[in-house]
Structures are given as structure tokens and as C-alpha cells.
């Protein structure tokens, strides 16, 4: 396009250069004849020449002397009709070339509107195409997250099917206890009646010997010898069997039954807390577990209040006894243990740690007070007793808890609210087996 621009100027300086010219010529009339070359054509205009019309009076007659103004008169009408006509299409010429100019700027005009569309054509095609590549990704990403969806949901739907058998098995086990529970009750109905009856036959003989004062003496004194404060004192009257003993608060008459280990380091040890196989529920309230609850016999808690009246009487050691699911035990044994009282929340006390349950005590120290769900003792304000389950020394939740949720194996693993002793299996790994068990210091 370019091209026509410049060949259309080009044409309309040489028309002008023309008229220039032929306006040059026609003044030197003296000229016989002027040519003009347009392009390809060639314009030639035949002018008289006036000067060699006037002839002298030496050679022309007289005649045509008295002709020879008309005819130069003559020459010099034409030629200014012939300027006229000249100037006419000159100007005619010009119009043109106005207009030629008008339009070529107009397609000028044109020629960059339509170069700026064309830009802008192209723009928007690119903004296109990078929508487009943009659509595609977001179509492929919505493709990847549904098929992560249905992933997540199919494993949601496993873990489901896998509560659900779960489930089941937790309701056939808890009716199978539910019937144990049925048959233990009724065999502590016939221990009651039997202990009942041993009672009454106990208390026919002390009437059969009251009127003898030398018998009654002999009789006081068996009775001192089977009244025990702990089992150490079971163990120095030479019962050394393991078992079920009753022993007695001290400077009191009420009584308590505790489980005796007889055989581990020597014996002597009162069984304080025992955990075996999940039979016995530990989310108690604070007064169960100040009085005790469970079977001496499987798990049980004995009871703070007891714990705390034995231990004040004399220095006693703390040994915890542990176990794992792969076969693995260890234990951790302090040299020095004792409760508070009632008043000051049961708060533990230890000193003089040794054994294979970790270098680190796992009951933070200095002593922290006991916690239940009904009763928050601790140093955190998410009440540890109602998230990690069961009454336990807490301080801030802390790296132990002996009376968590029991967790059968395989379902041990990252279970924060189980059985756990931090410093030797880690926070999330809950124990199989547990036995607390104090003896005196002195034994």
C-alpha cells in the first residue's frame, strides 16, 4: 500500500513539475514548439513564433506589411485562448490532485485504523489463548482433585467398614463382661454370705471363751498377729504366698483388701494399681478414687486415702512395673515416695529415681496434685482427666498416665489418651500391662 502512496505522489510531482514548465515556456514565446512528458505520455503543444511574422520593409512588400499586424493580432488570440484553456485545466488539475491527496490520507487513516485493529485482533487472540491454557489447567486440576475425592472417600468408606466390624466386636466383648459381671456379682453374694457366716462363727467362740481371762489374752494376741498395716508386715509374719491379704488403716479398724506380691525383689510389695486387659473402666469419679474400686485380683485402684495414711507413717519406695506389646518390660523405681493429704489434692511426691523405664521421671516433679473428671487439679486449663481420660498426677496433661484407655494391640499406636510412660515408649504408644506397688523403705 506503501508503494501506491509513494508512486501517486510521485505522479502528481511530475504533473506540477509539467505545468511549471509549460507555464515557463509559454513566456519565452520565442519558442517554436513544448513538450511535456507525463509517465508514459508525452505532450507537445506548436506555438507561432510572432517575431518572425513581422518582416521588415527592406524585402516584404507593402501589402502584406499592412497584413502582418492582423495576423500577429491574430496569434496573440489564440495564444492567451490557448493560456485560458491551459490555466482551466490546470486548476481542474489541481482539484483532482487535492482530492487524490484527500483520499490518500483518508487510506492512510484507513491503513492505520486497520493496523491498530489488526493489533488489537491480535491482542485479544492472545488473550484467548492464554484463557484457553488457563481453562485446561484449571479442567485438569479439577479432574486430579475429584479423583483425590474419591480416594478420600473410598478410604473413608474402608475406615468406616473397619469401625463398624470394631464396633461390633466392642459390643460382643462387652456383653461377654456384662456376664461375667453377672456371674462375679453372684459369687461375691455366696464370698458375703460365706464371710457372714465365718463372723458368726467367730463370734460363738469368743463367747464360748470370754470367761476365761487367760484364753481371752491368747486370743487377743492371735488377733494382733493377723492384723496388718501393709504387706511387708504380712510377708515378717510368714505369709509369703501371693495373694489377696486384708490389711488395716492405720490407727484405725477399718479395713481394706490388697493384693500382696510376694515374689518380685524379695516380696513384701502392696499392689496399689493394676492394669492387665481392660476390664475395669478408670474414668472414675474423685471419690472412687479415694476409697478404691476394681478387684485386688485384676486391675484395681486401692485407694488414695489409704495410700496416703500408709506412706505417712514411714519413708516408703515407689515401684512402677511395666510392659509392652512385643514382650518387652521395664520398670522405674523411686526411693522415696509419699502422698499429701485429702486437703492438698493427694499430691505426689518422689525422689531417687532408678531402673530401665527411662532416666527421666515421667511424673513430673515437683509433685503435682492429683485429677479426675469431676475434679481439675492440674496446670493446663483443657482439663487432662476429661481429654486423656482417668485420675492421674497431670501437671500440665505431662509425659504419663498409667490410667488412660486401654488399647488392645495393633490398636496401641498413636493413641494419646492410652497407657503411657513417655520416657520409655514415646507419647502415642499405650501399654499392655501396669503394676504400681510400694513397700517401706527399710524392708
Given at each position: 500500500?506503501?508503494?501506491?502512496?509513494?508512486?501517486?505522489?510521485?505522479?502528481?510531482?511530475?504533473?506540477?513539475?509539467?505545468?511549471?514548465?509549460?507555464?515557463?515556456?509559454?513566456?519565452?514565446?520565442?519558442?517554436?514548439?513544448?513538450?511535456?512528458?507525463?509517465?508514459?505520455?508525452?505532450?507537445?503543444?506548436?506555438?507561432?513564433?510572432?517575431?518572425?511574422?513581422?518582416?521588415?520593409?527592406?524585402?516584404?512588400?507593402?501589402?502584406?506589411?499592412?497584413?502582418?499586424?492582423?495576423?500577429?493580432?491574430?496569434?496573440?488570440?489564440?495564444?492567451?485562448?490557448?493560456?485560458?484553456?491551459?490555466?482551466?485545466?490546470?486548476?481542474?488539475?489541481?482539484?483532482?490532485?487535492?482530492?487524490?491527496?484527500?483520499?490518500?490520507?483518508?487510506?492512510?487513516?484507513?491503513?492505520?485504523?486497520?493496523?491498530?485493529?489488526?493489533?488489537?485482533?491480535?491482542?485479544?487472540?492472545?488473550?484467548?489463548?492464554?484463557?484457553?491454557?488457563?481453562?485446561?489447567?484449571?479442567?485438569?486440576?479439577?479432574?486430579?482433585?475429584?479423583?483425590?475425592?474419591?480416594?478420600?472417600?473410598?478410604?473413608?468408606?474402608?475406615?468406616?467398614?473397619?469401625?463398624?466390624v470394631l464396633v461390633s466386636k466392642q459390643n460382643s466383648i462387652i456383653e461377654e463382661l456384662e456376664k461375667q459381671l453377672v456371674t462375679a456379682t453372684v459369687n461375691n453374694s455366696v464370698l458375703q454370705k460365706q464371710q457372714h457366716d465365718l463372723m458368726e462363727t467367730v463370734h460363738n467362740l469368743l463367747t464360748m471363751i470370754s470367761t476365761s481371762n487367760s484364753a481371752k489374752n491368747s486370743f487377743d494376741v492371735k488377733e494382733e498377729q493377723v492384723t496388718f498395716r501393709d504387706c511387708a508386715e504380712v510377708f515378717k509374719s510368714g505369709l509369703t504366698a501371693n495373694g489377696i491379704y486384708t490389711?488395716?488403716?492405720?490407727?484405725?479398724?477399718?479395713?481394706?483388701?490388697?493384693?500382696?506380691?510376694?515374689?518380685?525383689?524379695?516380696?513384701?510389695?502392696?499392689?496399689?494399681?493394676?492394669?492387665?486387659?481392660?476390664?475395669?473402666?478408670?474414668?472414675?469419679?474423685?471419690?472412687?478414687?479415694?476409697?478404691?474400686?476394681?478387684?485386688?485380683?485384676?486391675?484395681?485402684?486401692?485407694?488414695?486415702?489409704?495410700?496416703?495414711?500408709?506412706?505417712?507413717?514411714?519413708?516408703?519406695?515407689?515401684?512402677?512395673?511395666?510392659?509392652?506389646?512385643?514382650?518387652?518390660?521395664?520398670?522405674?523405681?523411686?526411693?522415696?515416695?509419699?502422698?499429701?493429704?485429702?486437703?492438698?489434692?493427694?499430691?505426689?511426691?518422689?525422689?531417687?529415681?532408678?531402673?530401665?523405664?527411662?532416666?527421666?521421671?515421667?511424673?513430673?516433679?515437683?509433685?503435682?496434685?492429683?485429677?479426675?473428671?469431676?475434679?481439675?487439679?492440674?496446670?493446663?486449663?483443657?482439663?487432662?482427666?476429661?481429654?486423656?481420660?482417668?485420675?492421674?498426677?497431670?501437671?500440665?496433661?505431662?509425659?504419663?498416665?498409667?490410667?488412660?484407655?486401654?488399647?488392645?494391640?495393633?490398636?496401641?499406636?498413636?493413641?494419646?489418651?492410652?497407657?503411657?510412660?513417655?520416657?520409655?515408649?514415646?507419647?502415642?504408644?499405650?501399654?499392655?500391662?501396669?503394676?504400681?506397688?510400694?513397700?517401706?523403705?527399710?524392708?
Amino acid at each position: 500500500m506503501w508503494q501506491i502512496v509513494f508512486f501517486t505522489l510521485g505522479c502528481d510531482l511530475v504533473l506540477a513539475t509539467a505545468y511549471n514548465n509549460f507555464r515557463r515556456s509559454m513566456d519565452s514565446i520565442g519558442r517554436r514548439q513544448y513538450q511535456v512528458q507525463h509517465g508514459a505520455c508525452s505532450y507537445t503543444f506548436l506555438l507561432p513564433e510572432t517575431d518572425n511574422c513581422r518582416s521588415s520593409s527592406s524585402y516584404v512588400p507593402n501589402a502584406v506589411q499592412r497584413d502582418a499586424p492582423l495576423d500577429y493580432d491574430d496569434s496573440v488570440q489564440r495564444l492567451q485562448v490557448l493560456e485560458n484553456i491551459m490555466e482551466n485545466n490546470t486548476q481542474w488539475l489541481m482539484k483532482v490532485l487535492n482530492q487524490t491527496t484527500r483520499l490518500e490520507l483518508q487510506l492512510l487513516e484507513h491503513s492505520l485504523s486497520t493496523n491498530k485493529l489488526e493489533k488489537q485482533i491480535l491482542d485479544q487472540t492472545s488473550e484467548i489463548n492464554k484463557l484457553q491454557d488457563k481453562n485446561s489447567f484449571l479442567e485438569k486440576k479439577v479432574l486430579d482433585m475429584e479423583d483425590k475425592h474419591i480416594v478420600q472417600l473410598r478410604s473413608i468408606k474402608e475406615e468406616k467398614d473397619q469401625l463398624q466390624v470394631l464396633v461390633s466386636k466392642q459390643n460382643s466383648i462387652i456383653e461377654e463382661l456384662e456376664k461375667q459381671l453377672v456371674t462375679a456379682t453372684v459369687n461375691n453374694s455366696v464370698l458375703q454370705k460365706q464371710q457372714h457366716d465365718l463372723m458368726e462363727t467367730v463370734h460363738n467362740l469368743l463367747t464360748m471363751i470370754s470367761t476365761s481371762n487367760s484364753a481371752k489374752n491368747s486370743f487377743d494376741v492371735k488377733e494382733e498377729q493377723v492384723t496388718f498395716r501393709d504387706c511387708a508386715e504380712v510377708f515378717k509374719s510368714g505369709l509369703t504366698a501371693n495373694g489377696i491379704y486384708t490389711l488395716t488403716f492405720p490407727n484405725s479398724t477399718e479395713e481394706i483388701k490388697a493384693y500382696c506380691d510376694m515374689e518380685t525383689s524379695g516380696g513384701g510389695w502392696t499392689v496399689i494399681q493394676r492394669r492387665e486387659d481392660g476390664s475395669v473402666d478408670f474414668q472414675k469419679t474423685w471419690k472412687e478414687y479415694k476409697v478404691g474400686f476394681g478387684n485386688p485380683s485384676g486391675e484395681h485402684w486401692l485407694g488414695n486415702e489409704f495410700v496416703f495414711q500408709v506412706t505417712n507413717q514411714q519413708p516408703y519406695v515407689l515401684k512402677i512395673h511395666l510392659k509392652d506389646w512385643e514382650g518387652n518390660e521395664a520398670y522405674s523405681l523411686y526411693e522415696h515416695f509419699y502422698l499429701s493429704g485429702e486437703e492438698l489434692n493427694y499430691r505426689i511426691h518422689l525422689k531417687g529415681l532408678t531402673g530401665t523405664a527411662g532416666k527421666i521421671s515421667s511424673i513430673s516433679q515437683p509433685g503435682n496434685d492429683f485429677s479426675t473428671k469431676d475434679a481439675d487439679n492440674d496446670k493446663c486449663i483443657c482439663k487432662c482427666s476429661q481429654m486423656l481420660t482417668g485420675g492421674w498426677w497431670f501437671d500440665a496433661c505431662g509425659p504419663s498416665n498409667l490410667n488412660g484407655m486401654y488399647y488392645p494391640q495393633k490398636q496401641n499406636t498413636n493413641k494419646f489418651n492410652g497407657i503411657k510412660w513417655y520416657y520409655w515408649k514415646g507419647s502415642g504408644y499405650s501399654l499392655k500391662a501396669t503394676t504400681m506397688m510400694i513397700r517401706p523403705a527399710d524392708f
